[in-house]
């Protein structure tokens, strides 16, 4: 059977440290804890799961710190996790039977991330990341924010979900602070850092400045796929912002140029027209986004209410503006089974109630 070393840097994570580590430390070989600088008392809860706890000296680079918790494993595999990450006692089991089950040619198991939910606690925001790594060399971090393990060797995905809950607030600055020291010094970012760059520009509403950055990124064609996509969408989002109507649509639209529509872009484009109060138009890209596969192991940021919640409560909201007051009821229906507990789907459902019994009445006259 494979051994695993669970490898983590942390910082001032009093509060979650035991809560993640509880989670893995019957199921890991050995446990390896980089502190880059704790001033809590994040080393004495470290201490009680294991005497591998170092120190690192902190230099701007996660990427570095990574690694150093990597090159201290002695396991087959390194297994990463922030603290703030935890595993549901389902998720325990299922990284019980991978490891089990684990074969020494797999280089790289990918896990799902689950990063955000509605107030139903359903995911909202998912997506694939390099979590079990063959120790060795060969795979190393990249970049100084947003750190990645480049994706080579025999690769595979597992059923396994990490969830990511956090309990205090982060310093929202950090990275684009991080960002900004590194343009500053004069290095060049890579593609993967534009975009990310650009994100974290969007995310601080300095609209303008993200557009330079995401335009650029969208027009190198050796960028990543999935980041152009999600790139237009957010340089759509952009546009909006600063009312510069006349660019979403196309921007929108020169995803199909790319690759076929994802649902995300279609919900866009159906917002674009159901705003115009074009409700024929924003049905179709609404219905659009309904059809689309929902390609988890694309690697792509998932926003899962695309593929089924937004297209339906929004196809309810047309098909009432064209008068087509059953369709509208059945697409609350299938809103209402994605999300029984939602108010948009209670309050739709008692108005088309009343709506649709006084209908008939009309019809039986």
Known sequence: MATISL???????????????????????EIIIVDTGSTDQTKLIANNYTHLVYDFTWIDDFSAARNFSFSKATMD???????????????????????????????????????AWDEFNNPTFTYYRERLIRNNKKYLWEDEIHEVIPLKGNIIYSDVIITHKKVRTTDQNRNIELFEKLIKKGKQLSLRQQFYYARELFYHQRYQEAIIYFENFIKNQNAWLENR??????LSICYAQLNMIEKILPTLLSSLELDTPRAEICCEIGQYFLNKKQYKLAVFWYELALSRPQNTKSGAFILSDCYGYIPSIQLCVCYYHLGKY???????????KLKPND??????????????????????F
Do not use: H, P
Not at 7 to 29: F, G, P, Q, S
Not at 229 to 234: G, Y
Not at 326 to 336: M, P, Q, R, V, Y
């Open 7 to 29: 490898c983590m840097i942390v910082k001032n994570e009093e509060a979650t440290l035991a809560r993640c580590l509880d989670c893995v430390k019957d199921i890991v070989d």
């Open 343 to 364: 108010n948009n789907y209670k309050m739709n459902k008692k108005f088309f109630e009343k709506l649709l019994k006084n209908e008939r009445r009309k019809n039986e």
């Open 229 to 234: 996509l999600d790139a237009i969408r957010i």
């Open 326 to 336: 059953e369709i509208a009821n059945d697409f609350n229906e299938k809103a209402g």
């Open 77 to 115: 595999y390194c297994f990463w996790l922030d603290a703030d990450d935890i595993l549901l006692e389902s998720e325990q089991e299922k990284l019980k039977k991978l490891k089990e089950s684990l074969t020494f040619d797999i280089d790289i198991v990918m896990m799902q991330y689950q990063i």
